[in-house]
């Protein structure tokens, strides 16, 4: 693919996931010049840096390969919009209000079913291998990743009715809502999945 589009970053970035595939001196030039063509894509630029970075850690040149890993990461960073204070403040305000009373208080609402099971766990810590095995039951389907909850506590976010009060409600306002809209957002989520 990349010899039809010599920017098409993906293609790089793909053989320099086969783990096996080791680039040629001429396809590392080619990688190179490729990031510096102002027309290219911001995608195809990050994924060329991380396929050079690859290239490089396996000749065992880490300089090279630190400075492309880092040049990517710093695209990829710019256009992100992730802010660290934003999700530490999240974090924060989860401790505080989702407490032990609150989830006693408020643990039997919802929808009273024996499904969904929920596998929750961080990158690479075997939570897709999990869902495989309990979908090979023939009782269990599964979903892949859903972004639903995620979607659900945006809603729940929501803003004040007051302009000077900005604050998000979520997660502060679990303590105050409906209880029967628990089980509404509950059958939500399963008429949806």
Same mark, same amino acid.
């Given at each position: 693919?990349?010899q ?25 030039? !080619? ?15 990050? !994924?060329? /840096? ?17 400075q492309a %890993? ?19 403040? !999240? ?20 929808? /009273? ?15 897709t ?8 039951h ?27 009060? !900005?604050e998000?409600? %979520?997660?502060? /306002? ?20």
């Amino acid at each position: 693919a990349y010899q039809l589009n010599p920017s098409y970053g993906d293609a790089f970035w793909s053989l320099a996931n086969t783990k096996t595939y080791r680039f040629s001196d001429e396809e590392i030039a !080619q990688m190179q010049t490729q990031q510096n063509n102002k027309a290219l894509a911001l995608t195809d630029k990050v !994924q060329l /840096n991380f396929a050079t970075g690859k290239a490089f850690e396996d000749r065992e040149d880490y300089n090279q390969a630190f400075q492309a %890993y880092q040049e990517g990461n710093k695209l990829q960073h710019a256009h992100s919009g992730f802010d660290i204070t934003k999700v530490e403040q !999240q974090v924060a305000e989860q401790i505080k209000y989702c407490t032990a009373e609150l989830f006693e208080s408020r643990g039997n609402l919802g929808l /009273n079913l024996p499904d969904p099971i929920f596998i929750v766990g961080l990158p690479r810590a075997g939570s897709t291998l999990l869902e495989q095995i309990l979908a090979s039951h023939s009782q269990v389907d599964g979903t892949m990743e859903l972004h639903n909850i995620l979607g659900l506590a945006s809603r729940l976010r929501g803003r004040s009715n007051n302009k000077s009060d !900005q604050e998000a409600q %979520y997660p502060k /306002n679990l303590n105050e809502i409906n209880p029967e809209y628990f089980k509404r957002f509950g059958q939500q989520f399963i008429d949806e999945t």
